[in-house]
């Protein structure tokens, strides 16, 4: 979830998920390029490439020159040219590749933007990075106090410190103009250093924190998107998707970047059908689009004035009625063409696996009812004779039980 930390833990041992060099979720390899042209050997008499890719917090790249010719691999430490002393990052690509990354992202091997690499890091500069690296949080908590107490409408996403720990750069959103001349004299008052404040796009803080979305993956700005396109509601609209704002948005508050991920196969899809504005003339009446079903490529019309009633057509039907009322021979209504498409959905089902629902075993099997066993019961004259049967033992009728039914003792009542 980029987190930016996981690396910089003592001894090369990363903090979070202290999976040793690599990350499960990917958060601290963020942005990673697999260098496929590392096994293949250069033809005699071509020189390697001179430029690297270094990696520093939260996925920032930027691209150096390796003027003094060292030996550098993916993983290596690195002090780099910045503008005021030196940074320190990670190398993430070198070779031929990176010649692919600089034309792809079309910066020039000698524009000024391409610095040069000073050295490999020695420990000394590694721990005054790491230093650095855990003044970053503390500061963030006490930065965003100061800003509350000033009264700014900002946010302070989040701080990094350049390599040699002489400059923070504090990123921040805002969605006015903000004066902080008088935030930056406090900063640099309170932490002691050179202070540079970095207006940054939601879209961008977003991807600086990193969290999981709504699908329940990571968010695509975070672990693989570089580039921000814009997004607009039309893209959901050609999607027939529901304008509903809690679904659209994403955690910046903005429209989500996966929306544009399909929008070009549904506009090509969308190339088939006529016009949602194109109104249907027949000898019945005008009938007005009310939606359409791209997937099945269906169209469903009503009448002006019968919005009730919707007849479903498919998009060669409604292109022969557009343009039957072109040649001035209009149709006399869309049921013909909705009894068609009736009649040609209609196919016969054919058993072949033998499942003929989904429901089949919750019905009960047809077969023949279980016969019920009779229970043997004794008959009454065997009960009567048991009553006035004598006793065994002593020879002696039973007594019969006394009944306190006062209709069978008349003789209380007297």
């Known amino acids: 979830m980029g987190c930016g930390s996981c690396s910089t833990g003592k001894d090369g041992q990363p903090k979070g998920c202290k999976n040793n060099g690599t990350c499960g979720t990917d958060g601290c390899n ?95 500069d590694i721990d005054i990075w790491q230093a650095a690296r855990e003044r970053e949080e503390p500061m963030k908590v006490r930065a965003r106090e100061i800003a509350i107490r000033l009264q700014l409408k900002m946010k302070i996403s989040d701080i990094e410190f350049q390599g040699d720990a002489s400059k923070a750069t504090f990123y921040y959103t805002a969605e006015e103009r903000v004066d902080f001349r008088l935030l930056i004299k406090e900063f640099a008052q309170e932490f002691r250093t050179r202070i540079e404040m970095r207006q940054i796009g939601f879209r961008q803080e977003a991807a600086r924190l990193g969290g999981i979305g709504s699908c329940g993956r990571e968010l695509c700005c975070s672990t693989w998107l570089t580039d921000f396109r814009s997004v607009t509601t039309s893209a959901a609209r050609y999607q027939q998707l529901s304008l509903n704002p809690q679904k659209l948005a994403g955690q910046c508050g903005k429209l989500k970047c996966c929306l544009n991920y399909e929008l070009d196969s549904y506009l090509d899809a969308l190339k088939e059908f006529p016009r949602q504005d194109t109104k249907l003339q027949t000898q019945k009446g005008t009938a007005v689009c009310q939606k359409i079903d791209i997937f099945k490529g269906s169209l469903w019309y009503a009448y002006e004035g019968e919005w009730m009633n919707w007849h479903e057509l498919t998009t060669d039907q409604a292109k022969t009625i557009i ?84 209709k069978n003792n008349p003789s209380k009542d007297a």
């Open 323 to 406: 343009q039957a009322a072109k040649d001035k021979k209009p149709v006399a209504s869309l049921e013909e063409f909705a009894i068609e498409l009736q009649q040609e959905i209609e196919v016969d089902f054919s058993n072949v696996v033998g499942q003929d629902s989904l429901t089949r075993f919750d019905k009960p099997k047809t077969s023949q009812p279980k016969k019920r066993r009779k229970k043997k019961r004794k008959p009454q004259k065997a009960k009567a004779n048991a009553n006035s049967n004598p006793n065994p033992k002593t020879g002696q009728k039973r007594p019969r039980k006394k009944s306190n039914n006062k």
């Open 30 to 124: 963020k942005l990673t390029v697999f260098d496929w042209l590392s096994n293949m050997s250069l033809p005699n008499g071509q020189e390697a490439f001179n430029c690297v890719e270094i990696r520093f917090k939260n996925g920032r790249k930027h691209f150096f020159k390796n003027t003094e010719n060292l030996t550098l691999s993916m993983g290596d430490v690195v002090a780099v040219e910045a503008s005021s002393g030196h940074d320190v990052g990670v190398v993430t690509l070198t070779g031929e590749l990176v010649r692919v990354q600089m034309k792809k992202k079309r910066v020039k091997v000698d524009s000024e933007e391409v610095l040069k690499i000073y050295r490999k890091a020695s420990q000394k």
